[in-house]
T-cell receptor, first 114, second 115 residues
Framework: EPEVTQTPSHQVTQMGQEVILRCVPISNHLYFYWYRQILGQKVEFLVSFYNNEISEKSEIFDDQFSVERPDGSNFTLKIRSTKLEDSAMYFC????????????FGPGTRLTVL | AQSVAQPEDQVNVAEGNPLTVKCTYSVSGNPYLFWYVQYPNRGLQFLLKYITGDNLVKGSYGFEAEFNKSQTSFHLKKPSALVSDSALYFCSMRGADTGRRALTFGSGTRLQVQP
């Protein structure tokens, strides 16, 4: 069964450093998403991406964040200058184009900012 | 604004007994509703969804959920719990009548099935 994959599984970085989280969505999916879950809190939507542009973003997704689909398979989330409060589990998801767009999630990347 | 509530942080049930994990929602218009399960060190795994039609939907691993529009609820159920069902369960929603695709999640309910 096709799955969303994410790398790395755990990223440790120093405050102020740039990080790139990588995702490989399910191959025939056209919508891509990033969510995050701060420890002990709800899963929160960050951004959705379709047809090579952002289709929706939350208030969390400020100028420090960017997304990119650099090739036909990868989908990345970049945080330019990490803050302590960016420490969280980041989930990538993808969905097909039609219907209710069930989102299928990857295993997550745990980001720790020191 | 839309929201999802899971009133129980934890549900404990004995193996073989029926289980219910509660979820209520608030949205303007009709909802699309989803249940996901998270096992330790794993991602969110899709279980089932309600889109339209029959209020009782069936999903993976014997789980089902009942949509109740008047009570704005979408409780997850299973007739006979297994120890392997122990995990963290998330209810989520998006509005069916908007162009938004962002899912709103509940806070999660930890299900503990005792042998």
């Amino acid at each position: 069964e096709p799955e969303v994959t994410q790398t790395p599984s755990h990223q440790v970085t120093q405050m102020g450093q740039e990080v790139i989280l990588r995702c490989v969505p399910i191959s025939n999916h056209l919508y891509f998403y990033w969510y995050r879950q701060i420890l002990g809190q709800k899963v929160e939507f960050l951004v959705s991406f379709y047809n090579n542009e952002i289709s929706e973003k939350s208030e969390i997704f400020d100028d420090q964040f960017s997304v990119e689909r650099p090739d036909g398979s990868n989908f990345t989330l970049k945080i330019r200058s990490t803050k302590l409060e960016d420490s969280a589990m980041y989930f990538c998801a993808s969905s097909e184009r039609g219907g209710p767009l069930t989102q299928y999630f990857g295993p997550g990347t745990r980001l720790t900012v020191l | 604004a839309q929201s999802v509530a899971q009133p129980e942080d934890q549900v404990n049930v004995a193996e073989g007994n029926p289980l219910t994990v509660k979820c209520t929602y608030s949205v303007s218009g009709n909802p699309y509703l989803f249940w996901y399960v998270q096992y330790p060190n794993r991602g969110l795994q899709f279980l089932l969804k309600y889109i339209t039609g029959d209020n009782l939907v069936k999903g993976s691993y014997g789980f089902e959920a009942e949509f109740n529009k008047s009570q704005t609820s979408f409780h997850l159920k299973k007739p006979s719990a297994l120890v392997s069902d122990s995990a963290l369960y998330f209810c989520s929603m998006r509005g069916a009548d908007t162009g938004r695709r962002a899912l709103t999640f509940g806070s999660g309910t930890r299900l503990q099935v005792q042998p």
